[in-house]
C-alpha cells in the first residue's frame, strides 16, 4: 500500500504520453513527417540502385539515411561507403566525402569488385549544363569528388549555378576556380565575360555556343603518325587499332544506354499500368504526366543510341523528371523550368543568328576533352547494384 501513490503517478505519466495530444508540444508536426519518413527509410534496407534513385531525384537526406543504414549493416561494404560520399559531395560536404571516400578506399571490396567514382568529361557536362543546371550539379560533385579541387569544375560549376539563378553559389565557385587558376586559361573569353557580366546584373549568362566541338588537334599525333610513316604498314595497323578501340568504345556506351532505358521503359510500363487502372480524380492528370515522362524518354533512348547521353545521363534525368511528375505542382514547377530554359535557349540561337557573330563556349576548344588531371572520365559506374 505504500508504493500505490508512486504507482498512481507513474500510471498518469505513462498516460501522459501516450493519450492523444498530451505530448503534441514535444513535437511538431513537420518535425514528426519527417523523422517518419527517415524511419521508414532506415526500416528497409534499401539495395545501392534504390539509394541512387533517391539521390538522383534531389532527397539528398532521405539518400544519406539510407546508406548510413547500409554502412552499418554491413561495415565491410565499400560500396555504402562511396555512396555516402557522393551523396555527401552534392550536399556540399567536400571535405567530409573525401574522408569517407578514403575509408571506403582502405576496404577490400574496393579492389575486388573494382569501385570507383563514376564522372563524365567537362565537355558532356558541359552539354548537359545548358539543358539540365540540376543533373549538370550532381555532375560536378562527382568530378570533385573524384579529382580533387579541379578549377575547371569550379568553373563549370560557377557557370551552373548561374544558369540556375544561384547567384552566391555561383560567386563562390567562380572565386574558388580563380584561387586555384587566377588566369583561367581554359576559359572562353567571351563566355567567362558573359559570366561575370551576369553576375553582376544577376542575370542568367548567354551561351550561344555551338555544341562543343572536339579539339583539333586531338587526332594531331594520328596526322603525325600517318605522314612520318606515309605508305608503312605500321603507320596503318595503328590508325586501324585507335579507331577500331574507338568504335569499341561507342559500342559500349550506346549498349549501355541501350540496356538503362529498356529497363527504364519496363519500368515506367508498369506504372502507367497501376495509373490506367485506377479510378479517381487524380488518376488521368498522373496517366497524362506518366505519358510525358514516357515521350521523355523515348527521346533519351535515341540521344544514347546516338552516343549523345550515358547510360547514367539518362538515369539522372529519368529520375529527375520522375519525381516532378508525381504531383500537379512538382510537375508545373519541372515544366516552369523547361521553359524558362528553352526560353533563354532560343535568345542564345537569335544571338548566334547575327552577322559576324562567332559563336562561343564556356571553354576553349582544346579544354573540353579533359580535367586538369588528363583524365577525361571514369567508365567505373559500379556504384549502384542490388547488394551491398
Do not use: C
Request: proline share 6%.
Amino acid at each position: 500500500m505504500k508504493r500505490l501513490p508512486q504507482l498512481i503517478l507513474t500510471l498518469l505519466f505513462t498516460g501522459a504520453l501516450v493519450l492523444p495530444g498530451a505530448g503534441a508540444t514535444l513535437v511538431s508536426l513537420p518535425q514528426a513527417a519527417q523523422v517518419d519518413r527517415s524511419v521508414q527509410v532506415a526500416a528497409k534496407l534499401l539495395t545501392p540502385d534504390e539509394v541512387i534513385v533517391l539521390m538522383n531525384a534531389g532527397r539528398l537526406t532521405d539518400a544519406e539515411t539510407a546508406a548510413r543504414a547500409a554502412s552499418a549493416a554491413h561495415p565491410e561494404s565499400a560500396r555504402s561507403l562511396l555512396l555516402l560520399a557522393r551523396i555527401q559531395a552534392r550536399q556540399g560536404r567536400l571535405p567530409e566525402a573525401r574522408t569517407t571516400l578514403s575509408r571506403a578506399q582502405t576496404l577490400p571490396q574496393w579492389d575486388e569488385q573494382e569501385l570507383g567514382v563514376p564522372f563524365e568529361s567537362p565537355g558532356r557536362i558541359e552539354q548537359v549544363m545548358r539543358r539540365d543546371p540540376a543533373t549538370a550539379r550532381g555532375l560536378l560533385a562527382d568530378v570533385l569528388l573524384a579529382e580533387g579541387d579541379d578549377p575547371k569544375a569550379y568553373y563549370l560549376l560557377a557557370m551552373t549555378e548561374a544558369l540556375a539563378r544561384q547567384w552566391d553559389a555561383a560567386r563562390a565557385a567562380l572565386a574558388r576556380a580563380r584561387a586555384l587558376s587566377p588566369d583561367l586559361r581554359f576559359a572562353d573569353p567571351e563566355s567567362l565575360a558573359s559570366l561575370e557580366q551576369a553576375l553582376q546584373q544577376n542575370q542568367p549568362p548567354v551561351l550561344d555556343g555551338p555544341a562543343l566541338a572536339p579539339s583539333p588537334w586531338r587526332y594531331a599525333w594520328v596526322a603525325v603518325g600517318v605522314l612520318l610513316a606515309w605508305g608503312a604498314a605500321v603507320g596503318f595497323r595503328a590508325l586501324r587499332r585507335y579507331l577500331q578501340a574507338e568504335r569499341v568504345r561507342r559500342e559500349r556506351r550506346v549498349t549501355e544506354a541501350t540496356e538503362r532505358t529498356t529497363a527504364l521503359q519496363a519500368q515506367l510500363d508498369e506504372a502507367l499500368r497501376q495509373a490506367r487502372q485506377q479510378t479517381g480524380p487524380e488518376a488521368p492528370p498522373l496517366v497524362a504526366r506518366l505519358t510525358y515522362l514516357n515521350s521523355q524518354l523515348k527521346q533519351w533512348r535515341q540521344e544514347g543510341l546516338d552516343d549523345l547521353a550515358t547510360a547514367a545521363m539518362i538515369q539522372v534525368r529519368y529520375d529527375h523528371l520522375h519525381a516532378a511528375v508525381q504531383t500537379e505542382e512538382t510537375f508545373a514547377a519541372y515544366m516552369a523550368e523547361q521553359q524558362a530554359r528553352e526560353a533563354q535557349e532560343a535568345d542564345a540561337l537569335a544571338v548566334r543568328a547575327r552577322p559576324g557573330h562567332q559563336g562561343a563556349s564556356s571553354l576553349r576548344s582544346g579544354e573540353r576533352s579533359s580535367w586538369s588531371s588528363g583524365r577525361s572520365s571514369s567508365r567505373r559506374d559500379n556504384s549502384g547494384g542490388s547488394k551491398w
